[in-house]
């Protein structure tokens, strides 16, 4: 639970990054530990199956480019902005309820 | 000595076809180097950059795991997510032991090795199987791993031609054998019409089971050989790849 937890997180982040615009990896990684403050971080390569994973559910298109040396961008899909927002509301739900409920054992 | 590149123990251990490996290492590559310029941006030194940019890059044990799961031939993927992956040996051995008992009857028809031919007759059953086996080997390396490496694959290749002699030598052998034992009845006198139609039959047998063995070991090799030559061209990429990229140590960026 706690893993698959996890995963759809770091998932929605790196969807939330590119929904500013299309990124190099590395550039995603520092700006998912900018805009968390630090609370979210890819250490170890760990942000590459989640942008492999996301680019062969379609959610993510990976474009290589670069002079000479090649160098991989991403950017959002159609199909990526919706799962975003699905992702995103779904997560709201369960925190909502998560928070309800640690709330009231506090009151408790 | 030279010292090695970060990726280098990466590309060792990430057992995927040479394609996805050239690709994970110049992306994870690219990104490390443009990751370090922007942390010596920030105020990082030189050296502090480089090692906080290869901590959050380069690939640890558990994130390898992961992208050879990802990037395993479609047919390996397929085996891992039904289980069939630990069965895929089992089922090579079952197939080599199947073909060479197919020929073991073709065997006993056409040889009647159950007679004194079987000195020469069963070592090229035991031929065809090892034949089988090899390139089952071979063949689940390509498709279900993803990753022949030079070493083993050229182990395998020599392996493949040594027993495809093998069967063509024990073929002629068995047929010489059998001529000369004619040659010999012959000259007895004691060859009727149906025993001298039985030698020759002995005679062409020996020979096409060579053949077919060597033609089968040769044929099943050439279905590799796209794969193989592709396999090969991204391998010669990947070291063009780490010969263009000595390691960028702080005194050589300053």
């Given at each position: 639970?706690?893993?698959?937890?996890?995963?759809?997180?770091?998932?929605?982040?790196?969807?939330?990054?590119?929904?500013?615009?299309?990124?190099?990896?590395?550039?995603?990684?520092?700006?998912?530990?900018?805009?968390?403050?630090?609370?979210?971080?890819?250490?170890?390569?760990?942000?590459?199956?989640?942008?492999?994973?996301?680019?062969?559910?379609?959610?993510?298109?990976?474009?290589?480019?670069?002079e000479g040396r090649r160098?991989?961008?991403?950017?959002?899909?159609?199909?990526?902005?919706?799962?975003?927002?699905?992702?995103?509301?779904?997560?709201?739900?369960?925190?909502?309820?998560?928070?309800?409920?640690?709330?009231?054992?506090?009151?408790? | 000595?030279?010292?090695?590149?970060?990726?280098?123990?990466?590309?060792?251990?990430?057992?995927?076809?040479?394609?996805?490996?050239?690709?994970?290492?110049?992306?994870?590559?690219?990104?490390?180097?443009?990751?370090?310029?922007?942390?010596?941006?920030?105020?990082?030194?030189?050296?502090?950059?480089?090692?906080?940019?290869?901590?959050?890059?380069?690939?640890?044990?558990?994130?390898?795991?992961?992208?050879?799961?990802?990037?395993?031939?479609?047919?390996?993927r397929w085996a891992r997510?039904?289980?069939?992956?630990?069965?895929?040996?089992?089922?090579?051995?079952?197939?080599?032991?199947?073909?060479?008992?197919?020929?073991?009857?073709?065997?006993?028809?056409?040889?009647?090795?159950?007679?004194?031919?079987?000195?020469?007759?069963?070592?090229?059953?035991?031929?065809?199987?090892?034949?089988?086996?090899?390139?089952?080997?071979?063949?689940?390396?390509?498709?279900?791993?993803?990753?022949?490496?030079?070493?083993?694959?050229?182990?395998?290749?020599?392996?493949?031609?040594?027993?495809?002699?093998?069967?063509?030598?024990?073929?002629?052998?068995?047929?010489?054998?059998?001529?000369?034992?004619?040659?010999?009845?012959?000259?007895?006198?004691?060859?009727?019409?149906?025993?001298?139609?039985?030698?020759?039959?002995?005679?062409?047998?020996?020979?096409?089971?060579?053949?077919?063995?060597?033609?089968?070991?040769?044929?099943?090799?050439?279905?590799?050989?796209?794969?193989?030559?592709?396999?090969?061209?991204?391998?010669?990429?990947?070291?063009?790849?780490?010969?263009?990229?000595?390691?960028?140590?702080?005194?050589?960026?300053?």
């Amino acid at each position: 639970m706690q893993a698959t937890l996890s995963k759809r997180i770091n998932e929605l982040l790196v969807l939330a990054v590119l929904e500013q615009g299309p990124a190099h990896g590395y550039q995603i990684a520092l700006s998912v530990e900018e805009r968390t403050g630090g609370a979210f971080s890819f250490q170890h390569g760990t942000l590459y199956p989640i942008l492999h994973r996301l680019e062969t559910n379609g959610h993510v298109r990976g474009t290589w480019g670069g002079e000479g040396r090649r160098r991989k961008t991403y950017e959002l899909t159609d199909d990526g902005r919706a799962e975003l927002a699905a992702g995103a509301a779904q997560l709201e739900r369960q925190f909502r309820v998560l928070l309800e409920l640690f709330g009231g054992t506090h009151a408790a | 000595m030279r010292p090695e590149h970060p990726l280098a123990d990466v590309e060792r251990s990430l057992a995927v076809p040479p394609r996805r490996r050239l690709d994970v290492l110049e992306e994870v590559d690219a990104d490390a180097e443009a990751l370090q310029a922007e942390l010596e941006r920030r105020g990082y030194g030189p050296a502090q950059a480089r090692r906080a940019a290869l901590r959050r890059v380069v690939p640890g044990t558990e994130t390898l795991a992961q992208l050879e799961a990802q990037h395993a031939p479609p047919l390996g993927r397929w085996a891992r997510g039904t289980g069939w992956i630990d069965r895929a040996e089992r089922l090579g051995i079952f197939v080599a032991t199947g073909l060479a008992g197919a020929v073991a009857c073709i065997t006993i028809l056409g040889t009647g090795a159950l007679g004194s031919a079987a000195v020469l007759a069963w070592p090229q059953v035991i031929v065809v199987a090892l034949l089988a086996a090899n390139w089952s080997r071979a063949a689940k390396r390509l498709w279900i791993d993803g990753d022949l490496r030079p070493e083993l694959r050229r182990r395998l290749w020599e392996r493949q031609i040594g027993l495809i002699v093998l069967a063509v030598a024990l073929g002629a052998l068995g047929a010489a054998r059998e001529v000369w034992g004619a040659f010999g009845a012959l000259e007895a006198e004691a060859f009727a019409p149906p025993a001298m139609w039985d030698a020759v039959g002995r005679i062409v047998s020996f020979a096409a089971l060579g053949l077919s063995a060597a033609i089968f070991g040769l044929f099943g090799w050439l279905a590799l050989t796209p794969r193989l030559i592709d396999d090969e061209t991204m391998e010669h990429r990947i070291s063009a790849f780490f010969a263009s990229r000595l390691p960028t140590t702080p005194s050589r960026r300053r």
